[in-house]
């Protein structure tokens, strides 16, 4: 029988390991133009994010949005898009993505106070849909396909 690494691999798939933290939640390692940082993994999330603060780190380019954004615990946060942004998370890489910016002061108090450490951003479904993603919960990997170029 043929596991499901096995068989991902075989299609053009990346394993990518996870690291499952105090809060439950997934943190993954990427890097957004040549710049690298830690990330949660939220498959909830709509748009990959970044907070403000990280703008001249991962060197991006951003404009004023009109978008509101909303998460656990706040709502109405003004935000800033950046767009064709390079991301390579493990083996898999994309580019001419969009990143949406916001304050994460929220995010990383919550990961302070329950004994977890702060992180860059938010890896969303935007990115999980590029990449055909499938998360094995149990042996803790993410799965990304590859872009094949004919």
């Excluded at 596991?3 to 053009?12: A, K, P």
């Excluded at 439950?24 to 890097?31: C, R, S, V, Y």
């Excluded at 994460?104 to 890896?123: E, F, Q, R, W, Y």
């Excluded at 499938?134 to 042996?139: G, L």
Aim: aromatic share 8%.
């Amino acid at each position: 029988m043929t596991t499901l690494q096995e068989f991902l691999l075989g299609r053009d798939y990346v394993k990518i390991k996870l690291k499952l933290t105090k809060t439950n939640h997934f943190e993954i390692k990427a890097t957004i133009n040549g710049k690298k940082g830690v990330f949660i993994l939220d498959t909830g999330a709509s748009s990959s994010c970044v907070g403000f603060e990280a703008i001249e780190r991962f060197n991006l380019k951003v404009k004023d949005s009109k978008i509101k954004a909303a998460g656990a615990g706040a709502t109405d946060m003004v935000t800033q898009l950046s767009k064709k942004n390079i991301i390579k998370i493990g083996k898999w890489e994309k580019d001419k993505l969009s990143l949406i910016l916001f304050n994460m002061v929220h995010v990383n108090t919550a990961l302070i106070n329950h004994n977890s450490k702060p992180v860059d951003g938010i890896i969303g479904a935007d990115i999980l849909k590029k990449g055909k993603g499938i998360i094995d919960y149990d042996r803790k990997y993410l799965y990304l396909k590859k872009d094949i170029v004919k």
